[in-house]
């Protein structure tokens, strides 16, 4: 039972983590695109145009590879995690049908009209396609998070005569405060991720001397965009959303931050090491009482440390825990300064000749996928041993009757799909950026 | 309320057949009507801007009946584990063909990619068809409401039945059959010159194999789930729905006969609305019957969800599925029309 229930999660993370590469990436441009857009309309200038159907491209593939990963995704639930779905399908069915209703109707029919449409529809029709592609993309944000939040912070529903999970109030379950703070986290971390791509690929341009006009847009908008989005992610967004797992999830901040010790005046771990078995942070370096002040706005504040709870409550994996976040954190403190660096330069008007910062810009493009991939695994790391945080277990969730055999079969199958959709997705990227949003391409590509 | 949300799960389910239906059956088909690329290109474009959007019919009607009967959704989507996770990657391997057929213009792909979008949706009619069979026909559900079906094992009916037996098989044959030529009539709708001749004699041969199969599969249905006549004769108002699908069948024939092929393509509509309900209504209030003791049965009744979900779910659907049907009829009055052999983008 044990070894299926591993393969389960291995099989969910798998795809759930590859998945996750291409949304971020979608959303982030779509928020560009409606920027791109909304300056070809005001200036008229044929140069944004072709910005936005360049952009539209690689959006486009992107758009694709996220649904065909993503549908998988949907019918997991079920496949793998039957008991689970069988509990709870009454409260997040809920979500995700509307993300359906409202998300992927919306914005399958106006990709098409983004993509094929723009002679037809005229600049302001065009416009409004691409706004509501980006709407689009950020309502399906919105109920997926809602659905993530629900299972950390379950609100709004009752058990019936027969234990299952039912729904008690619709509001409390769209409004639950912990999406309230998770959506813009995860939806600005999404935006980081397109800025960086489109300032990488500007970079890229302008050092290597060609499509100068272009590079230089798209690093300007992407710099200015970014450093907001950068600046939004540490605060308020991931600030309040570390204040939620102090207050509802302290267990999981205790691994988060490796504190195995209650303290007051807890020290904020900068580097180090955590050993679960001697149950301390080797080689630390630590900036005394910051932990404390910064979860509780209070030098000397009392923090629970791992040693305050059972160890069957603890997360199941503590070292993945601590360094996805630290790697996230980590990762999200450089972004501002390079952003603020970047920006700095952009606004002394020196930014396109100055190739050191280019440079770091042109290369910084994994970085953001790792941040946002490191930051859902804490959130999702950080939640075992529970499904459904403190209702029920992860292991009482899995399907019973699909063996590991069956799983593992899958699982390789999606493997290898995947390495396929991966190698195809950077394959076509390549050849956009290759080829540059100067010339258009002879006959639309069709994508969606 | 949970009778409503039996017939608007069925109804989504039958809309997506309905519409994926087309395209499925044009990347059927498409090998045979189409000799050269231009024509290939021509019958791709007829489903190009909308087959994704089809897709999406699918993921709600599975989330529709997540949230409605979500103890149906994890027994069968858990039973029917390998069969389900094969459809996901023939829907894969179809969407990549279909978009990689455009990016990569390169002489010595496009014949791979046609014969991956033939097989795909050859594979994905079939199995949908097996799907609706093992539905019909009934799983080994345990007093739990759990079970796990094999691909097959030795193709009978009985305790130990897989996803693939003789009945089921039979049903997958009916639905690539209905499919071929659901999409023959699309793509005969949507082509002008030789595509167009060549897909309705597709469509004219093929309708003998459906209204043959349709016989077979009717007179096995009664025998395999004899719930479905004891419904029938306890309600006799419930043959609208054999009606229906009865005179889609023949005004397909009729209409193609005339050459008139919007209607005849409205027809094949019909016909799969007509069945998939007849299905529907022969099984309620059973949604997902066990074969081994028919008080394990998931029925609409015990598989719901609490009646407070089932309200506010019926609140937002409404709102949803008004503005779905607004979207649905801008884009086609859009794209709507003939594709010219040879025509860059819309």
């Given amino acids: 039972m044990d070894d299926a229930l591993t393969v389960h999660r291995l099989h969910f993370a798998f795809t759930a983590t590859f998945h996750y590469l291409f949304p971020q990436l979608t959303m982030g441009l779509a928020l560009l695109l409606v920027v791109l857009k909304t300056m070809a309309l005001r200036t008229g200038e044929e140069h944004y145009n072709r910005a936005v159907r360049f952009w539209g491209k690689i959006f486009g593939i992107s758009f694709a590879l996220g649904v065909v990963t993503g549908i998988p995704l949907e019918f997991q639930f079920g496949t793998n995690w039957a008991r689970f779905s069988r509990a709870a399908g009454g409260v997040i069915g809920q979500t995700l049908g509307m993300e359906g209703m409202f998300a992927f109707f919306l ?232 952003m603020a660096v970047a920006g700095w330069l952009l606004w002394r008007g020196k930014l396109y000749g100055s190739r050191p910062v280019l440079w770091l810009l042109m290369l910084a493009l994994p970085f953001p996928y790792i941040a946002n991939t490191a930051g859902w695994i804490t959130a999702e790391a950080g939640r075992q041993p529970w499904i459904i945080y403190g209702l029920m277990r992860t292991r009482d969730g899995v399907s019973a009757q699909v063996s590991a055999g069956n799983a593992w079969f899958t699982l390789i199958g999606f493997m290898g799909l995947y390495t396929v959709l991966g190698i195809l997705f950077l394959f076509l990227v390549r050849r956009e950026i290759e080829h540059g949003p100067e010339q258009e391409v002879q006959g639309l590509t069709a994508e969606a | 309320m949970e009778t409503l949300w039996f017939c608007l799960v069925a109804v989504m389910i039958a809309v997506y057949v309905v519409l994926d239906g087309y395209d499925l059956g044009a990347g059927i088909i498409h090998l045979f009507v189409a000799r050269n690329d231009g024509e290939r290109r021509a019958v791709l474009r007829s489903i190009g801007p909308l087959w994704d959007g089809n897709e999406v019919w699918l993921l709600a009607g599975g989330a529709t009946l997540f949230f409605a009967f979500p103890a149906v959704y994890a027994a069968g989507f858990s039973g029917f584990y390998l069969p ?57 559900l345990d007093e739990h409401g759990a079970f796990f079906e094999p691909l097959w094992t030795n193709f009978r009916l009985g305790a130990e039945t897989g996803i693939f037996d003789w009945y089921t098989i039979i049903v997958g044959l009916a639905a690539f059959c209905t499919l071929a030529v659901h999409g023959a009539l699309w793509v005969a709708l949507k082509t002008e010159g030789a595509v167009n001749e060549r897909s309705r004699a597709v469509a004219k041969v093929g309708w003998w194999g459906v209204a043959g199969l349709t016989l077979i599969v009717t007179g096995l249905t009664f025998r395999v789930q004899p719930q479905v006549p004891a419904r029938l004769a306890a309600q006799p108002w419930g043959y609208v729905f054999p009606a229906l699908a009865l005179a889609g069948l023949f005004s397909m024939a009729w209409f193609l006969a005339r050459r008139e092929e919007c209607r005849a393509f409205l027809g094949s509509c019909a016909y799969i609305l007509g069945m998939l309900t007849s299905a529907a209504f022969g099984l309620y209030p059973c949604v997902l019957p066990a074969s081994t003791n028919p008080a394990w049965s998931l029925t609409v009744h015990n598989s719901k969800t609490g009646d407070y979900a089932m309200r506010v779910g019926l609140v937002w659907w409404t709102i949803g599925m008004v503005l779905v049907i607004g979207y649905f009829v801008f884009v086609n009055r859009h794209f709507a029309g003939k594709v010219r052999t040879e025509e860059n983008g819309y």
Wanted: glycine share 8%; hydrophobic share 55%; with cysteine.
């Fill in chain 2, 84 to 140: 389900l996770m094969i459809v996901l990657w023939l829907l894969v391997g179809r969407g990549l063909s279909i978009e990689f057929r455009n990016h990569l213009k390169n002489a010595i792909w496009a014949p791979f990619w046609d014969a991956m979008f033939f097989l795909c949706s050859l594979l994905l009619a079939v199995f949908f068809g097996a799907a609706l069979g093992n539905v019909v026909r009934g799983v080994p």
């Fill in chain 1, 107 to 338: 914005e399958s029919t106006f990709l098409g009209l983004f993509l094929f449409g723009e002679k037809r529809l005229g600049p302001v029709g065009h416009w409004v396609a691409t706004v509501l592609v980006f709407v689009g993309s950020w309502v399906s944000g919105f109920f997926i998070v809602a659905t993530f939040s629900w299972m950390q912070h379950p609100v709004g529903y009752a058990l019936d005569a027969n234990n299952q999970i039912v729904l008690s109030s619709f509001w409390a379950l769209v409004l639950n405060p912990w999406t309230l703070w998770a959506y813009p986290h995860v939806m600005i971390g999404a935006a980081v991720t397109g800025c960086f791509v489109m300032a990488s690929v500007g970079a890229f341009y302008l050092l290597s001397g060609r499509q100068l006009a272009y590079g230089r847009t798209f690093v300007r908008v992407a710099v200015m965009v970014g450093l907001a989005a950068v600046l939004l992610q540490l605060l308020p967004t991931g600030d309040m959303q570390g204040r939620l797992v102090a207050h509802h999830q302290p267990v999981t901040l205790a691994a988060m931050e490796g504190l195995f010790d209650t303290q007051q005046g807890a020290p904020l771990a900068i580097l180090g090491q955590p050993d679960v078995e001697k149950r301390r942070l080797d080689n630390p370096l630590v900036i005394p009482r910051m932990l404390s002040f910064l979860t509780y706005r209070r030098w000397s504040a009392e923090v629970k440390g791992l040693d305050s709870f059972p160890p069957q409550d603890w997360p199941s994996n503590i070292p993945l825990v601590y360094y996805c976040y630290h790697v996230m954190v980590g990762l999200g403190t450089m972004f501002i300064a390079l």
